[in-house]
């Protein structure tokens, strides 16, 4: 169906020119990141083709079942004996290596997002869809269609030289990222660790990309420590007394109380939380109230996020949000209900692996084009992937040269363009720091 049966190349050159990197048995060395590039160039073709036909197939979270059939079958082609169907559509299969070493788990997203792609590349997306109840386009704009065809690029190279190969990989391709269909169900990562992905085969190490449109390509980003915000789906209920507009005092008015407590917590995140430490955003999204002009309505409800970099604050900041309604809805005679779901965790980078994979990122990438990220306020369920083993994340640069990446829509933006360098520079780095990490670098 896909129409990547045959590969562009063979495996056993394949082999040959990644086995040739660690003959010796020495610890990685920068010479080495020729021969990763050389493999990883050997499998783009491949990469491209498999990321074209993912863009233009894309499918929402926990449908991936033409993108996880695409994966499985891949695998297999490998030699490998993937498990099918975990957290609806995901999948996983460990690359067992000839020579024991440790084990290392690396994961790629498949989903797409309700986006309406516009037309313009040949292999643009006319995909329609439901979601949550409206019609809406569907488009690879988060470039998670890169994520599935560099690891599977990746698994490529990898399985070539198996043999040489210390330790195990599991691939890990995870459905619904962005969220499930279903409001309030667990997102794809939680769903994969709770059906026990890590629970059989338990890697000592989880390692994540993610191309990213505030960086050119070549440039790869990285943090120690917290680099992605923890997300929380928050909303608040207030309720009133229903009466007519012109005599607000027979009623208790949701909407005046709402707008307070909106203010209030603006003021909350200024002056109470110390965002000198740790930066912390609250925003409504969404603020519905009445059916009319003229009647004061029983109820209003706000819904929004809440980002904090840090367990104890993100506790803290709820806890006041939750007093700050409650009193100034007591205080008008209202009641109010907040209710918090946490969609991710913030996503921590092990101090110690950052320390140990930062030179592979640089023998990838060149020292100059591997930058530290400031702690960025878009969310990953990666997180909890590293919340369970220590687990290092990065960005892969996919605006092209010569835009600035502070103008380049961002992912999301249905104007979000990757270029497709980002491809071999995603495969080469990940490579790079999968092997030096089996081969004890
Ligand atoms: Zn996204
Ligand atoms: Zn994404």
């Given at each position: 169906m ?6 562009p ?6 082999a040959?020119a990644?086995a040739?990197?660690?003959s010796t048995?020495?610890?990685?060395q ?16 491949q990469?491209?083709?498999?990321r074209r036909d ?10 991936e079942v033409r ?7 891949q ?20 690359l067992?290596g ?13 989903d ?5 792609e ?5 292999f ?5 869809a439901?979601?949550?109840?409206q ?10 269609d890169?994520?599935?065809?560099i690891?599977l690029g ?6 070539a ?18 969220g499930?269909?279903v409001?309030?169900?667990p997102f ?9 992905v890590?629970?059989d ?5 989880v390692?994540?990309?993610?191309v ?11 943090r120690?420590?917290p680099?992605?915000?923890s997300?929380d789906?928050?909303s608040?209920?207030?309720r009133g007394?229903?009466?007519?507009g ?5 009623g208790?008015?949701p909407i005046?109380?709402g707008?307070?407590?909106l ?5 909350l995140i200024?002056r109470q ?6 930066p ?11 059916v ?7 109820e209003a ?11 104890a ?17 007591h205080?008008?005679g ?6 918090v ?21 640089q ?8 930058k ?9 369920d990666f997180?909890q992937?590293a919340?369970?083993?220590?687990g ?6 996919s605006?092209?040269?010569g ?5 380049a829509?961002i992912?999301?933006s249905?104007?979000f363009?990757?270029?497709e360098?980002a ?14 990490y089996?081969h004890?670098?």
């Open positions: 896909s129409g990547f049966d045959r590969l190349i063979t495996l056993s050159a394949l040959c990644v040739a990197l660690y048995g020495a610890r990685a920068a010479g080495d990141a020729a021969q990763i590039a050389q493999a990883a160039q050997a499998v783009q073709t990469v491209v083709a498999w993912i863009h233009q197939h894309p499918e929402l979270g926990q449908h993108t996880a059939k695409l994966v499985a079958d695998l297999r082609k490998l030699g490998l004996q993937p498990r099918t169907g975990i957290a609806h559509t995901g999948v996983t299969a460990v067992k000839g020579k024991p070493g440790p084990r290392i788990a690396i994961r790629a997203d498949m797409a997002l309700p986006v309406t516009p037309a313009g590349l040949p643009a997306s006319k995909v329609t439901d979601y949550r109840g019609p809406v386009g569907v488009m690879h704009a988060c470039g998670h890169a994520h599935v065809a690891l990746v698994a490529t190279a990898l399985a030289q198996k043999d040489r190969l210390p330790g195990e990989v599991m691939f890990v391709f995870q459905p619904a990222e962005e499930p269909p409001a309030g169900e794809g990562a939680k769903l994969m660790l709770d059906q026990g890590f629970k085969f338990k890697p000592e190490a390692f994540g990309l993610h990213w449109a505030g960086l050119n390509v070549g440039q790869i980003g990285y120690s420590g680099m992605l915000a997300a789906e928050w608040l209920t207030v007394k229903q009466t007519h012109s005599r607000p005092w027979d208790v008015d005046t109380v707008a307070q407590i203010l209030a917590s603006q003021s200024a939380i110390n965002i000198a430490a740790t912390v955003v609250l925003t409504a999204g969404q603020f519905n109230s009445g009319r002009f003229n009647i004061i309505p029983d409800k706000l819904v929004g996020t809440l980002r904090t970099f840090d367990a604050v993100r506790e803290d900041t709820i806890a006041r949000l939750r007093r700050t309604a409650e009193d100034y809805a205080a008008a209202a009641s109010a209900e907040l209710q779901v946490n969609n991710a965790p913030a996503t921590i980078n092990d101090p110690a692996l950052t320390r140990r994979v930062l030179p592979s990122l023998r990838a990438a060149g020292e100059a084009r591997v530290e990220s400031a702690m960025v306020t878009v969310a990953e997180s992937f919340n369970t083993v220590p290092f994340y990065f960005f892969v640069g605006t092209a040269a835009i600035d990446p502070a103008k829509p992912n999301h249905p104007q363009l990757l270029d360098g491809l071999e520079v995603g495969t080469r780095t990940m490579l790079q720091v999968a092997l030096d089996l004890g670098g």
